[in-house]
């Protein structure tokens, strides 16, 4: 047997998404000349490509002032903190979930899971 074959993680050893233990980067990029802020959960890396979280769950948050060529405001990126922490406890709440990321551009902000299958994720947009 090749001795590097990688042993899967046990999805009931996924730390919550409320665990402090989570470690992030930061990333930044332009698109269009504008740019993106990506922040990347570092502690996701072993589960990359799990079995058992085959699933994309986004949200996109549209901005209420848009900027375009730019980031949010102070005050709106403090309510789109306000927004994630309903998010993931919602989603937390809800199924097992890794959160990878979340992407910041002038016009909107994206929050992304990855989550099982069979999940109601009507009901959990519906509760968010």
Do not use: C
Not at 69 to 87: K, R, V, W
């Amino acid at each position: 047997m090749w001795p590097f074959t990688r042993k899967e993680l046990d999805i009931k050893s996924l730390p919550s998404l409320s665990d402090g233990g989570h470690r992030w980067g930061v990333a930044e990029a332009d698109i269009d000349s504008s740019p993106l802020v990506v922040r990347y959960n570092q502690s996701a890396r072993n589960w990359i490509a799990h079995p058992e979280l085959p699933i994309k769950l986004g949200f996109a948050i549209p901005l209420n002032s848009p900027n375009e060529g730019g980031l949010p405001a102070l005050d709106e990126n403090e309510q789109l903190n306000d927004i994630e922490d309903t998010i993931l406890r919602i989603v937390d709440s809800r199924t097992p979930a890794l959160h990878v990321l979340a992407l910041t551009t002038g016009v909107m902000k994206e929050f992304v899971f990855y989550i099982p299958r069979g999940v109601n994720i009507e009901s959990i947009h519906n509760s968010i």
